[in-house]
């Protein structure tokens, strides 16, 4: 597809579960980002990768979240023994790189919901 | 602590008027500015961008002003149209690069026909 992809749209799970949401960012894009946007918040910045490498990772909210990446293509954020304010829609974007001010596209985001 | 403020959470205007939005920072490191549109249940949409070495840039209907001594910058669309009707975001990076962006709150634009 052309745009960034992200799966599933719609996530609902109990409490203390874990849940695994993914990315596809559009082709040819080194520089991948998670953001979250929670109900009347702005986005707020989770993690970006430059290739497989994250630099930062300083906007994941405790050590129950990690990301990767493999191939520089798609990415996974990972969610252990969730709670329930991990509820938030869970927006994914990229970039051609981190240089150059090139701007960020995003995908349409998985909506978790914890019950 | 907000890095970025969109103080008007909502903006109501007439088809085929100015729709100005404004937005602040109060970051200096900032150097990159985008604006971007949502749509309910879309991922945001990139809209236009100004780099701090400019003070405006003009796609079409869409024109960013940067004003860096006041840490202000807005985002005019004209004539407005009742399908530019979305939430409309600002968002500010540093260091000349697209890490992360820093996003405001929001501000809930309604074009009336």
């Known amino acids: 597809g052309a745009g960034v992809s992200q799966s599933p749209s719609n996530k609902v799970t109990e409490k203390g579960k874990d849940v695994e949401l993914r990315c596809d960012p559009i082709s040819g894009h080194t520089a991948l980002y998670w953001y979250r946007q929670s109900l009347g918040q702005g986005l707020e910045f989770l993690i970006y990768?430059?290739?497989?490498?994250?630099?930062?990772k300083s906007g994941l909210p405790s050590d129950r979240f990690s990301a990767e990446r493999t191939g520089g293509s798609v990415s996974t954020l990972t969610i252990q023994r969730t709670q329930q304010e991990d509820s938030a829609v869970y927006l994914c974007?990229?970039?051609?790189?981190?240089?150059?001010?090139?701007?960020?596209?995003f995908g349409d985001g998985t909506r978790l919901s914890i019950l | 602590d907000q890095q970025v403020k969109q103080n008007s959470p909502s903006l109501s205007v007439q088809e085929g008027r100015i729709s100005i939005l404004n937005c602040d920072y109060t970051?200096?490191?900032?150097?990159?500015f985008l604006w971007y549109k949502k749509y309910p249940a879309e991922g945001p949409t990139f809209l236009i961008s100004?780099?701090?070495?400019?003070d405006k840039n003009e796609d079409g209907r869409f024109t960013v002003f940067l004003n860096k001594s006041a840490k202000h910058l807005s985002l005019h669309i004209v004539p407005s149209q009742p399908g530019d009707s979305a939430v409309y975001f600002c968002?500010?990076?540093?260091?000349?690069?697209?890490?992360?962006?820093?996003f405001g709150k929001g501000t809930k634009l309604t074009v009336n026909p």
């Open positions: 968002a500010a990076s540093s260091q000349g690069g697209s890490e992360k962006l820093v």
């Open positions: 990768f430059q290739g497989n490498s994250a630099p930062d």
């Open positions: 970051n200096s490191m900032f150097d990159y």
């Open positions: 974007a990229s970039s051609l790189d981190i240089s150059g001010n090139q701007p960020q596209h």
């Open positions: 100004i780099s701090s070495i400019k």
